[in-house]
Structure formats: structure tokens, C-alpha cells
């Protein structure tokens, strides 16, 4: 008997090692070029790995303020001298004499009636707007393209962290997870070194606000208490919910 015809050839080991590495270029073939690209353009992006902080500072000022609604949201704001006020249908800007804006946006993602949109595929395109969405966003850093990750997920963070790039407000390094009894959200910018602070927050369903706080040339810019005062008091229009 001849013992070497037990074990495969040279050439047999070679063809089959060939034949998985093929197989494995054309798996991952896709996802790599997705990381290497993504590594490329997040390479001078410090922003990308920022990840919200708790708000450290949750204290409220208590001035006489005043309620203000629009488009099914309302907050209080610790000033209530007036000197310009708009409303649209999903939005409201209002500034104050002492040279601050707020201003509101309703950013509610509503899909369109459609029948033929089965509950999961609609479940699904909510989900792309909504809150776990946007923090998985936040939460991505380059630390998560690994090479030798599952390729779903070499394209899940690549695709985060694009998005990431992309989308989030410049926020200097200030970013903030807040959550209050109505909302849940983040904010971008810290009001004693940004000129512009947004807050982004999320209701029950996703319904989503935006607002921002900007201060006029030589006004004096909000606290954080005072910011607060108008975050720990946001929620939905009482004739909305």
C-alpha cells in the first residue's frame, strides 16, 4: 500500500487553500473597500470620535420666564421680553431683547399613507429617523472598523460613521445626552464657548424637535442653566399629545 496516496498532493492542498481564499476575497472584497474608504475620509475628522457625555451641568435658572408653542411643541424660557417673534407650520423663531434666539424646528419624520408599504418595511424607514438610530450614530468611532470583524459589521460602522461625518452638528467637542421626563435627545455646542447651541430631542414615537440658541454680535451668550430651562421644560403641545 502506498501511504502517500493516503494524504492529498502538494498540488491538491494548493488548489483548495486557492480556491478559499477566492472565496473569502469575494466575501469580505466589499466590506474591505468600504473600511479602507472610510478610513480615508475620517482620517483628519477628529469629530468622529466624539461620543455624547452626560449633561454635566443639570441646574435650572428660576427667573419669572414665559411659555412659548410651535408647531405641537412647547418650553419655557427664562426671558420674556420680546422683541421678534415668528411662526410657520412646523416652525418658530423668537428673539428676546436681550439678543438671544431660540428657534424650533418640528423634524418629525412622517412617512406617507402608502398601502402597499407592508408594517416592518415602515417600522424600518421610521427607525432610520428615530432616537436609538441616531445615538447608535453618535456612539460609532473609528475604534469600531475593525478588519477582522463580521463583514455586516464592517459595513454597519462604516456606514455610522459616514453618516456621523456627514450629518452631526460641528460641535467643538461638546456633545451632551440629555434626557428629561417628556424627551429624550443630545446637544450639540457648549453655550459659554459656541456661537450656536442645538438641541436634539426625541418624544415617545420619534417625534423629533430641534432648537437652537444663538446670541446677536455683542449680546451675551446663554448659560447652561438657562438653556436648561428651556430643555427640562420642552415637550409636546399639550393639544398635541
Do not use: C
Not at 418650553?75 to 431683547?97: C, H, I, N, R
Not at 430631542?201 to 423629533?208: E, L
Amino acid at each position: 500500500m502506498n501511504i502517500y496516496r493516503a494524504f492529498p498532493s502538494w498540488r491538491t492542498v494548493l488548489s483548495i487553500a486557492g480556491l478559499l481564499l477566492l472565496l473569502v476575497a469575494n466575501f469580505y472584497a466589499g466590506p474591505l473597500e468600504e473600511l479602507y474608504l472610510t478610513r480615508q475620509d475620517i482620517r483628519k475628522s477628529q469629530e468622529v470620535w466624539i461620543v455624547p457625555k452626560p449633561l454635566p451641568d443639570t441646574m435650572l435658572v428660576q427667573t419669572p420666564g414665559r411659555l412659548f408653542s410651535y408647531a405641537g411643541f412647547e418650553f419655557e424660557s427664562p426671558w420674556s421680553d420680546v422683541k421678534l417673534e415668528k411662526t410657520y407650520e412646523t416652525a418658530g423663531v423668537v428673539q428676546f431683547t436681550n439678543g438671544v434666539t431660540i428657534m424650533l424646528l418640528n423634524a418629525t419624520s412622517d412617512l406617507p399613507a402608502d398601502n402597499k408599504m407592508d408594517v416592518k418595511t415602515r417600522d424600518a424607514l421610521k427607525g432610520l429617523f428615530g432616537y436609538d438610530f441616531k445615538a447608535a450614530t453618535l456612539n460609532a468611532t473609528p475604534a469600531d472598523l475593525r478588519i477582522l470583524s463580521n463583514p455586516k459589521k464592517i459595513v454597519l460602522y462604516s456606514t455610522l460613521l459616514q453618516i456621523k461625518m456627514a450629518l452631526t452638528p460641528k460641535s467643538n467637542g461638546h456633545m451632551y445626552s440629555l434626557q428629561t421626563p417628556w424627551m429624550r435627545g443630545f446637544q450639540f455646542g457648549d453655550p459659554s464657548a459656541d456661537k450656536l447651541v442645538q438641541i436634539e430631542a426625541y418624544a415617545p414615537q420619534d417625534k423629533k424637535v430641534i432648537v437652537t440658541f444663538s446670541a446677536a454680535s455683542g449680546a451675551a451668550k446663554p448659560t447652561q442653566e438657562e438653556v436648561n430651562r428651556v430643555i427640562f421644560s420642552l415637550r409636546p403641545a399639550a393639544r398635541s399629545q
